[in-house]
Nanobody
Framework: QVQLVESGGGLVQAGDSLRLSCAAS????????MGWFRQAPGKEREFVGY????????YYADSVKGRFTISRDNAKNTVYLQMNSLKPDDTAVYYC????????????????WGQGTQVTVSS
């Protein structure tokens, strides 16, 4: 069982930066691919990016490539989402998710989810 808690969301202006954190419980965090997803009002939840359990593979959605960076600290059981050059279209609830020893861009492939943190970008 893995429990995930996101933090770091807030209200920022376009062009600002924000870093989200996702803290995981459990001893096997280093065995899980960690994904980030987001859901804007009235829209389906969409893939943002993932980092493999070793950190050796990182993949981003085209919409955030070059602006967002995912990293992880297995010693702290935490994964991060650094978001730069934020746009109003990035406004959404951001979720982290965990999948055991496999990577995927599909939300249905992930086993554990956090409660989400709101990011609002004003123009």
């Amino acid at each position: 069982q893995v429990q995930l808690v996101e933090s770091g969301g807030g209200l920022v202006q376009a062009g600002d930066s924000l870093r989200l954190s996702c803290a995981a419980s459990g001893r096997t965090f280093s065995s899980y691919t960690m994904g980030w997803f987001r859901q804007a009002p009235g829209k389906e939840r969409e893939f943002v990016g993932y980092i493999s359990w070793t950190g050796g593979r990182i993949y981003y959605a085209d919409s955030v490539k070059g602006r967002f960076t995912i990293s992880r600290d297995n010693a702290k059981n935490t994964v991060y989402l650094q978001m730069n050059s934020l746009k109003p279209d990035d406004t959404a609830v951001y979720y982290c998710a965990a999948r055991y020893r496999a990577w995927s861009t599909h939300l249905n492939d992930y086993d554990y989810w956090g409660q989400g943190t709101q990011v609002t970008v004003s123009s």
